[in-house]
């Protein structure tokens, strides 16, 4: 464990060092927030975000590229330097669990950074940059069946454990499927939670935690040491996305980070915590659904006042900081629901 959090130590150090550098180099590339209308899946424009995150125009963007390319360079370095964690890669001659970490944050992580661009500089979704929202689900999809069967036939995982009977139940090849469910669901939770300054890097680290102490009773060591590298990295980005953040993730690190938490959650056979650990990811979902759904079906009639639902909140008049910490805090409380979940009938 002492390996661990020196590792951990180590690569918060290297990424807050790195940090002040990389978001010059963002305003260099002028890859920044720009001023535009956001707008639901309906066309209408929700002015009350406009109005109350107006000023934000400007900040950096993208930010999740650092993440991603740190996460990457320094945890195949101390798989290889640190004694005992390179357990793959001594049994199969692939360490098939950095491979599938690794190709599913570049890969997600791009196809997020193809839609911060189209914003940084104002491409129409038209051209050659107008892959349009249906398209960019179905390679999510794609990218998803991928990741899934990468994790059945190099990994050999095909059952899923259900807390509380202590139970495997076998799908067999259906479990690519589930897990490209599984990888698309949380990659779009994220990303629509990162609407205020600190609140997915925030709970991304909550659940982080939860998954890091639950992979120690699976045995999964080099999944223990991402965890270790990726949660380094995110606290000293932390520092620079609180409010008021110098630097967000972006649609970059929002898709690659709720990949990686979807992938870590299939390798581990913690899946069915996932919901409970990111909860309040699950329920800023349900708020974009339950509104859509609404005005839908209701002649144009929300639920909410705005959403996702911590707009919602904003808009009843909380500041943005008392909504941020409030759901940190049901986070933090989620994921020990989450941990005793998967441990009950367990242990």
């Given at each position: 464990?002492?390996?661990?959090?020196?590792?951990l130590?180590f690569?918060?150090?290297a990424?807050?060092?790195l940090?002040?550098?990389?978001?010059?180099?963002?305003?260099?590339?002028?890859?920044?927030?720009?001023?535009?209308?956001?707008?639901?899946i309906?066309g209408?424009?929700?002015?009350?975000?406009n109005r109350?995150?107006?000023?934000?125009?400007?900040?950096?963007?993208?930010?999740?590229?650092?993440?991603?390319l740190v996460?990457?360079?320094?945890?195949?370095?101390?798989?290889k330097?640190v004694?005992?964690?390179?357990?793959?890669?001594?049994?199969?001659?692939?360490?098939w669990?950095?491979?599938?970490?690794y190709?599913?944050?570049?890969?997600?992580?791009?196809?997020?950074?193809?839609?911060?661009?189209?914003?940084?500089y104002?491409?129409?979704?038209?051209?050659?940059w107008?892959?349009r929202?249906?398209?960019?689900?179905?390679?999510?999809w794609?990218?998803?069946?991928?990741?899934?069967?990468?994790?059945?036939?190099k990994?050999?995982?095909?059952?899923?454990?259900?807390?509380?009977?202590?139970?495997?139940?076998?799908?067999?090849?259906?479990?690519?499927?589930?897990?490209?469910?599984?990888?698309?669901a949380?990659?779009n939770?994220?990303?629509?939670?990162d609407?205020?300054?600190?609140?997915?890097?925030?709970?991304?680290?909550?659940?982080?935690?939860?998954?890091w102490?639950l992979?120690?009773f699976v045995?999964?060591?080099?999944?223990?040491?991402?965890?270790?590298v990726?949660?380094g990295?995110?606290?000293?980005?932390?520092?620079?996305?609180?409010?008021?953040?110098r630097?967000?993730?972006?649609?970059?690190?929002?898709?690659?980070?709720?990949a990686m938490l979807?992938v870590?959650?299939?390798?581990?056979?913690?899946?069915?915590?996932?919901?409970?650990?990111?909860f309040?990811?699950?329920?800023?979902?349900?708020s974009?659904l339950i509104q859509?759904?609404?005005?839908?079906?209701?002649?144009?009639?929300?639920?909410?006042?705005?959403s996702?639902?911590?707009?919602?909140?904003e808009?009843?008049?909380?500041?943005?900081?008392?909504?941020?910490?409030?759901?940190w805090?049901?986070?933090?409380v989620s994921?020990?629901?989450?941990?005793?979940?998967?441990?009950f009938?367990?242990?």
């Amino acid at each position: 464990m002492s390996d661990l959090l020196a590792i951990l130590l180590f690569t918060f150090g290297a990424t807050f060092l790195l940090a002040l550098p990389f978001i010059n180099l963002l305003y260099k590339l002028k890859f920044q927030r720009q001023r535009e209308s956001q707008k639901d899946i309906f066309g209408a424009i929700t002015s009350i975000v406009n109005r109350l995150h107006g000023w934000k125009v400007g900040t950096p963007n993208a930010g999740g590229i650092l993440v991603i390319l740190v996460a990457i360079f320094f945890s195949a370095v101390f798989y290889k330097l640190v004694p005992g964690y390179d357990i793959i890669t001594q049994k199969y001659g692939v360490n098939w669990v950095a491979v599938i970490l690794y190709l599913t944050i570049l890969s997600f992580g791009i196809l997020g950074l193809y839609d911060d661009i189209r914003k940084f500089y104002g491409f129409k979704l038209s051209g050659a940059w107008g892959l349009r929202s249906r398209y960019k689900f179905i390679l999510q999809w794609l990218l998803a069946l991928g990741v899934g069967y990468l994790l059945y036939d190099k990994m050999g995982l095909s059952s899923v454990y259900i807390p509380g009977i202590a139970k495997e139940v076998e799908l067999g090849l259906l479990y690519i499927p589930f897990a490209a469910f599984v990888v698309v669901a949380m990659t779009n939770a994220v990303n629509i939670t990162d609407g205020l300054d600190g609140l997915a890097t925030g709970l991304m680290i909550i659940a982080l935690v939860a998954f890091w102490y639950l992979s120690s009773f699976v045995g999964l060591a080099d999944v223990t040491l991402f965890i270790a590298v990726i949660l380094g990295s995110l606290l000293a980005f932390f520092y620079f996305n609180i409010y008021p953040a110098r630097v967000w993730l972006g649609d970059t690190g929002a898709l690659a980070l709720g990949a990686m938490l979807a992938v870590i959650a299939l390798m581990t056979n913690t899946t069915l915590a996932l919901p409970f650990v990111g909860f309040i990811f699950v329920v800023e979902t349900l708020s974009v659904l339950i509104q859509w759904t609404s005005k839908a079906l209701r002649s144009g009639k929300k639920v909410f006042i705005a959403s996702p639902i911590h707009h919602h909140f904003e808009a009843k008049g909380w500041d943005e900081t008392k909504v941020t910490m409030r759901f940190w805090l049901f986070g933090a409380v989620s994921s020990f629901v989450g941990i005793f979940v998967f441990l009950f009938g367990k242990i």
